[in-house]
């Protein structure tokens, strides 16, 4: 079967009340909860995760080679900042979907800059917790394309 992962980054955790007007009212509990319907639908596995520390995405995207067949990364904050974690991504030669609840584009500046982007197979970002099962959607369709 299938399996994704779905990693999430700093201060993810405090989706729900963290800065609505630009994230949403919807908690990371429920994105989950919408992920895990949307696998069921389509019968593949996933796995939801979420850390606040650089290291620790890093050592699950290491993980993930060989246990999962492809990403979904919201890196947060570490999108603008982490070479260490555009490394990992070219490390495990897995496709990964980089991910954004905003727009990044539309916002401040230094928010432009993605190290993921350029390691990514492509960037969902601008449609709140709804760009999660279109990840998923986009994610799987790379997969069954290049099976
Ligand atoms: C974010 C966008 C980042 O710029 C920000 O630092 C986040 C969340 C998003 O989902 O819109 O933490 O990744």
Do not use: W
Not at 92 to 97: A, C, D, Q, R
Not at 119 to 131: D, E, M, S, W
């Amino acid at each position: 079967m299938t399996s994704i992962l779905i990693l999430n980054g700093p201060n993810l955790n405090l989706l729900g009340t963290r800065q609505p007007q630009v994230y949403g009212h919807t908690t990371l509990a429920d994105i989950e909860a919408l992920c895990h319907q949307k696998a069921a639908a389509l019968e593949i596995g996933v796995a939801f995760s979420q850390s606040n520390s650089e290291g620790a995405l890093i050592d699950m995207l290491h993980a993930a080679r060989g246990s999962h067949d492809g990403v979904i990364l919201n890196a947060g904050a570490y999108t603008h900042s982490s070479i260490a974690l555009m490394d990992a991504i070219a490390s495990i030669e897995l496709p990964v979907v980089e991910l954004h609840l905003s727009n990044i584009h539309a916002r401040e500046a230094f928010r432009h800059k993605s190290y993921i982007a350029p390691v990514a197979i492509g960037q969902i970002c601008g449609f709140g917790a709804a760009g999660y099962p279109l990840a998923i959607d986009a994610l799987l369709g790379h997969l069954r394309a290049n099976a």
